[in-house]
């Protein structure tokens, strides 16, 4: 049989969108593993200095998110990914160079990973916006697929290539590989060749304030996305904790190294594409509401495994192989169920203030999440952050049983919230 390219796969400007959407992606892995890996393996980063760290690269997403988004509909969208590609391939060679120069210093890892953060909260804001001007409404389907495809590839195969690149060549070494593939991002979608239509006029500043006001008394006073509010929040600050701790445990106190970690994040990857498969049927096996709180359990006790895990290398690489892989189950259950209970409380003239709330919820409490995990990690130690970082996510599925949410089999029709709303 003959594979045949068919569909998008023949339409050259996304393809150029596609490969530097899923480049950009893999280097993005890579920073994630590679930059709090020289921060412990190079600098000996303590617990506090690890949650500071986590915290300034997902911050820009509570101070900036809402923000981004204004910011980018009032220009094309081209230049803007562009630019922040070259931007973060510049910010991630400042690493090796300061290295190599011997003044490598934790405050200047926290300036980098802000700025990092802030550009690709941007490029992630600009991809999706350019994506319906680049394709037809009926392509969108087929076209976000495949990106997709490209995501989770991206997942699977970058956090083993950059725990093998640190293993063998440094962790900062590796962040020069990680430059590179922001610039053949740059320069598959600078190829592109089909005209982006004129950005919609600036609005008022005090305008821009009015609606996203709207959207968060939107959400407070419909009891569907109330509910889903609190989860996401709770869980955002409980995981944030977990990690901000989790890599620094898992090096110092279990002895895994650089190999390790890129091999669990890549099972763990696996662990999300299978939950995408088996989600549909086993929400509607469950129903929409119990699939949230399984989903939310699944994941939270799988984290348990970390702070409970103990004997021999193997055994331990074992454990928390299966955990990464079923972390990634749960977590994608819970995120799909959720995702499609809040679209469906929501009409389509909130759809985008509803996301960003729940995004502002999701990422911008990851910082505060990040520094109380420091925090407690320095001060009681960082086995007990991890037992009390995977319990408040169990817990997070407490607010959702006090409301009928959980309860729900199907998804709700926009007038069964309109008293709500």
């Known amino acids: 049989m003959v594979f045949r390219f068919t569909g998008l796969w023949r339409h050259p400007d996304f393809m150029k969108l596609w490969v530097g959407s899923t480049v950009s992606r893999f280097g993005s892995q890579i920073t994630f593993l590679a930059l709090p890996l020289t921060a412990v393996l190079v600098l000996d980063a303590t617990p506090a200095q690890m949650g500071i760290l986590m915290a300034m690269g997902t911050a820009p997403a509570l101070v900036f998110g809402l923000g981004a988004g204004v910011w980018v509909d009032r220009r094309k969208k081209r230049p803007i990914l562009i630019a922040t590609d070259y931007g973060r391939a510049i910010l991630l060679l400042a690493v090796p160079v300061l290295a190599v120069l011997g003044v490598l210093r934790m405050e200047y890892l926290y300036l980098i990973a802000m700025a990092l953060g802030m550009l690709t909260l941007v490029f992630g804001v600009a991809s999706r916006s350019m994506l319906p001007s680049l394709v037809t409404r009926d392509e969108l389907v087929e076209a976000n697929s495949k990106l997709a495809i490209g995501r989770s590839a991206s997942e699977v195969v970058a956090p083993g290539i950059g725990g093998i690149l640190v293993q063998l060549f440094t962790a900062p070494i590796a962040l020069v590989v990680d430059a590179f593939t922001f610039v053949v991002s740059a320069l598959a979608i600078q190829s592109m060749r089909a005209p982006e239509p004129e950005p919609d006029p600036a609005e008022g500043g005090d305008a821009f304030m009015r609606e996203a006001w709207r959207g968060v008394d939107f959400v407070v006073r419909n009891r569907v996305l109330l509910a889903i509010a609190g989860v996401v929040g709770g869980i955002a600050v409980f995981n944030s904790m977990f990690e901000a701790v989790w890599l620094l445990y898992v090096s110092k106190d279990l002895g895994l190294g650089p190999v390790t970690f890129g091999i669990m994040f890549s099972v763990g990857s696996v662990g999300f594409m299978a939950g995408a498969v088996v989600a549909e049927r086993l929400i509607a096996w469950l129903g929409i509401g119990r699939a949230i ?70 990422m911008g409490l990851i910082p505060i999440g990040a520094l109380i995990g420091g925090f407690l990690g320095e001060t009681i130690g960082m086995r007990p952050t991890l037992f009390i970082a995977a319990g408040g996510e169990l817990a997070a599925v407490l607010w959702l049983l006090l409301t009928p949410v959980w309860r729900m089999r199907e998804l709700p029709s926009l007038a069964d919230d309109a008293s709500d709303s």
């Open 293 to 362: 709180v399984i989903g939310v359990v699944v994941a939270g006790l799988s984290d348990l495994a970390t702070p409970l895990v103990g004997g021999s290398v193997i055994a331990i690489v074992f454990v928390l192989t299966a955990a990464s892989f079923v972390f990634g189950v749960g977590a994608t259950i819970y995120g799909i169920a959720q995702e499609s209970l809040q679209m469906a409380a929501t009409p389509q003239s909130f759809q985008g203030r509803m996301h960003g709330v729940m995004n502002t919820l999701g």
